[in-house]
Each structure stands twice: as structure tokens, then as C-alpha cells.
């Protein structure tokens, strides 16, 4: 189970890329956050983080 980017309500501010212990998230062409699943290990650390509650389970 991994953490997904909600994109309609992410604002591209970039502080989960931060937050990730395993850098998994990156921002992508379209300025918002994007979560590598592979890599993700559900630390819940990004949605604790992001300011309008993006991150999202499974
Ligand atoms: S849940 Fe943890 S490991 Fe997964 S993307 Fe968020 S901060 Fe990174
Ligand atoms: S912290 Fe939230 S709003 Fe900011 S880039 Fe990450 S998912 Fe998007």
C-alpha cells in the first residue's frame, strides 16, 4: 500500500519532496507533487506535511 498525489487539490508547493524520508516524491511536469509507489512505504510523513491535505492512501 502506497501514498498517492491527490493532483486536483495538490498546490505545488514542494514541502513533501522535503518530508519524504525515502525521496520518493518528486515535482512533475505539471507542478504538482508525484509519489514513486515502488519506493513508498506508507509513512504517512507527506500527508502530515502538505498543507491542503493532498497525499492520500492507497
Ligand atoms: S508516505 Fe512516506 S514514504 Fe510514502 S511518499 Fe509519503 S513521505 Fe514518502
Ligand atoms: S505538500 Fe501537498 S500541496 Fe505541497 S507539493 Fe506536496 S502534495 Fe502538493
Same mark, same amino acid.
Given at each position: @500500500?502506497?501514498?498517492? +498525489? ?5 498546490? /505545488?508547493? #514542494? =514541502? %513533501?519532496?522535503?518530508? %519524504? &524520508? @525515502? /525521496?520518493? +516524491?518528486? @515535482?512533475?511536469?505539471? #507542478?504538482?507533487?508525484? *509519489?514513486?509507489?515502488? *519506493?513508498? *512505504?506508507?509513512? #504517512?510523513?507527506?500527508? =502530515?506535511?502538505? &498543507?491542503?491535505? =493532498? &497525499?492520500?492512501? #492507497?
Amino acid at each position: @500500500m502506497a501514498y498517492k +498525489i491527490d493532483k486536483d487539490t495538490c498546490i /505545488g508547493c #514542494g =514541502a %513533501c519532496v522535503e518530508a %519524504c &524520508p @525515502m /525521496g520518493c +516524491i518528486k @515535482m512533475a511536469d505539471d #507542478g504538482k507533487a508525484e *509519489i514513486d509507489e515502488t *519506493i513508498c *512505504i506508507s509513512c #504517512g510523513s507527506c500527508k =502530515a506535511t502538505c &498543507p491542503v491535505d =493532498a &497525499p492520500v492512501e #492507497g
